[in-house]
């Protein structure tokens, strides 16, 4: 289970006091778009897409967000598939970055790989990262010789938490995507996947949490248009 799991309602408020320290909840979520098929609905103050792969469906998306959003999307081309959007109102870019987990094999997959970006809220001194990836399918189920790319990406995953964390240790860090594995990872202490309200199988896409700061289990939302339901998590700290 979750240590610290506070169950906070959907829609909780952007602030909250506990004695003398103010502290402030976050919404992130993560959504599979469908190869861009979906509408990119505005659920939540950060998420992270999947497969956002043409430009057109980066055009979509922009489109869709308005000003109301920035989005992060790294140099290389296969990178761009899973970019990063936040409230820019809320939040403002400090940093970002972007990780080849593996190469692209015609017909089998495109290179894949981990993008994150560093946020801080606005009139804050708080900052938190958020990390967005997407793993290669089928290697859990109908194409087993895939699994050494999944495997791959997972440690390249992994070390980059444990990087992160050991380089800005005090800093929240949530990671997001599409997981293509109904199986909760380990990932760098005190990072934990986050279960689904009601609990029931691991579904695809994942969302993972610090478990010393307060944050909601996972809320399922609709597809919106994609053949995967988004998912949202609330943080307060």
Do not use: C
Request: no cysteine; glycine share 8%.
């Amino acid at each position: 289970m979750i240590a610290a799991l506070t169950v906070l309602t959907v829609g909780a408020p952007a602030s909250a006091e506990s004695g003398t320290v103010a502290l402030d909840t976050i919404s992130i979520g993560t959504h599979n778009t469908f190869r861009g098929a979906a509408s990119f609905e505005p659920f939540a103050g950060v998420i992270g897409w999947q497969e956002v792969n043409e430009p057109e469906d980066r055009t979509k998306l922009n489109n869709r967000l308005g000003a109301e959003y920035d989005t992060f999307f790294p140099a290389a081309e296969p990178a761009k598939a899973v970019p990063i959007s936040w409230r820019v109102e809320r939040f403002q870019l400090a940093n970002s970055g972007s990780i080849l987990t593996h190469g692209g094999e015609a017909g089998v997959t495109p290179a894949r790989y981990v993008n994150w970006v560093i946020l801080e809220l606005r009139g804050t001194d708080k900052r938190f990262i958020v990390v967005n990836t997407h793993f290669i399918s089928g290697a859990w189920g109908a194409h087993p010789e895939r699994q050494a790319r999944w495997n791959r990406h997972y440690e390249v995953l992994r070390d980059k938490v444990a990087e992160m964390r050991q380089n800005h240790p005090a800093t929240p860090i949530f990671v997001v995507g599409d997981f293509n594995r109904h199986r909760a990872m380990g990932m760098p202490a005190p990072i934990r996947y986050v279960p689904l309200v009601g609990g029931g199988e691991v579904p695809l896409d994942h969302v993972y949490a610090p478990s010393n700061i307060s944050h909601t289990q996972v809320h399922r939302q609709p597809r919106w248009g994609s053949d995967h339901h988004a998912y949202l998590v609330y943080a307060t700290f």
